[in-house]
């Protein structure tokens, strides 16, 4: 094996990542891997799970990514500085600016919403009738739970429409439960 | 008077961050290659969905840069050169003309499709970047021109640059509308 011929990703530097591609090219893509992932299911939840799964695989990559480049490397510890991530720093890198606002449940301590008036996914979907509880935005749901998750907080991140669309963040009790203690000390 | 550059900024494109494609496109690739056995098949797959994404960004393109026919197949290379720096937001050479004149080449020393993209062994026989051959294919039948497009060096695979290769076969009589055929 020569050294020369290998030289793997990681041998490369990182980029600043502020690379640019048209929306339309963007917005052609995310139909093509809406019609990928419809043409392999028969009804829109199993639709939606296709679509949630796909976000997970694009989240899991950017903590990676987004810890090295804006955060050198340091990771998070409570859950309030994790979600303010997600909302600001997230938010910007991936679609230029932050989500529009994050909410604690009145009724459950366990729940947070996201909520964005026009996300970026659904800008050129019109969704049919026959299909109206249909949000493609379950991709970022997706994207929001891997990198939750993958960061140690485990969630299940779901996508409605409310106030445009609202990402419902459903903490485990032991995620809750680990935050309280750490507040405590 | 306005004087325009050369640059594509005129053309007032929105944008989005690059990673995002990078990684949506990964995403979705990964996914076709563990729903299908075989690697070719991928291959296709992706090259019609470039394809399908190719049908509809010429109209896009048609519509921002207010363009006319082509007089010629280095007219049309030009064009494409334009639409890559539009869309892709690199600008790729245009080069190794054929004899005839009915071949040639497009060379990307970068692309966003394969940034922090890296092939597994028993991948290499992935064409990752035939989702470009076949926008180029769609877009141009769109406009009465029957092309073949495939990958000559690919950087996923170790080569200096991705080198895109496109043959003009005919020109269409009849522009038939999209999706049938």
New interface residues.
């Given amino acids: 094996m020569s050294l020369n011929k290998n030289r793997s990703i990681l041998d490369k530097p990182l980029s600043r990542g502020k690379g640019e591609v048209s929306l339309s090219c963007f917005a052609l893509l995310f139909s093509e891997v809406v019609q990928y992932c419809q043409n392999k299911s028969q009804t829109v939840p199993e639709l939606q799970t296709r679509l949630h799964d796909l976000g997970q695989t694009v989240g899991v990559k950017l903590i990676d990514l987004y810890f090295v480049r804006e955060r050198n490397g340091k990771r998070e510890i409570k859950l309030l500085n994790i979600l303010l991530f997600v909302k600001s720093t997230l938010w910007k890198a991936l679609f230029g600016r932050e989500a529009d606002k994050l909410e604690h449940s009145n009724d459950d301590e366990n729940t947070y919403y996201l909520m964005e008036k026009d996300p970026l996914v659904n800008k050129f979907i019109s969704v049919p009738k026959d299909k109206s509880s249909l949000n493609c935005a379950v991709f970022i749901a997706g994207i929001i739970e891997a990198v939750l998750t993958g960061t140690g907080f485990s969630a299940k991140v779901t996508a409605h429409w409310h106030k445009g669309t609202t990402y419902m963040v459903k903490f485990d009790e032991a995620v809750i439960a680990r935050d309280k203690q750490l507040e405590e000390r | 008077m306005v004087i325009m550059s050369r640059s594509t900024s005129k053309f007032d494109?929105?944008?989005?961050?690059?990673?995002?494609?990078t990684?949506?496109?990964?995403?979705?690739v990964?996914?076709?290659v563990k729903?299908l056995e075989n690697t070719d098949d991928v291959s296709k797959q992706l090259e019609r969905?470039g394809y399908?994404?190719g049908i509809?960004?010429i109209e896009?393109f048609l519509a921002k840069t207010n363009t006319g026919r082509c007089f010629d197949l280095k007219d049309t290379a030009d064009k494409i050169q334009t639409a890559f720096k539009?869309?892709?937001?690199v600008q790729p050479n245009v080069s190794n003309w054929s004899a005839a004149g009915d071949e040639f080449s497009f060379i990307l020393d970068s692309n966003?499709l394969t940034?922090?993209?890296?092939l597994p062994d028993d991948l290499k026989s992935l064409k990752y970047c035939n989702l470009i051959c076949g926008a180029i294919r769609g877009a141009l039948e769109m406009v009465q021109l029957d092309v073949q497009s495939w990958i000559v060096q690919d950087q996923l695979k170790?080569d200096q640059n991705t080198e895109i290769r496109v043959k003009f076969i005919r020109r269409l009589e009849d522009a038939m509308p999209a999706g049938e055929e």
């Avoid at chain 2, 494109?13 to 494609?21: C, D, H, I, Q, R």
């Avoid at chain 2, 990684?23 to 979705?28: D, E, F, K, R």
């Avoid at chain 2, 940034?115 to 890296?118: A, G, H, K, Q, R």
């Fill in positions: 494109t929105k944008k989005v961050n690059s990673e995002l494609v990684l949506t496109y990964g995403a979705l990964a996914q076709m729903d969905l399908n994404m509809r960004l896009d539009m869309y892709l937001g966003p940034d922090l993209v890296e170790g």
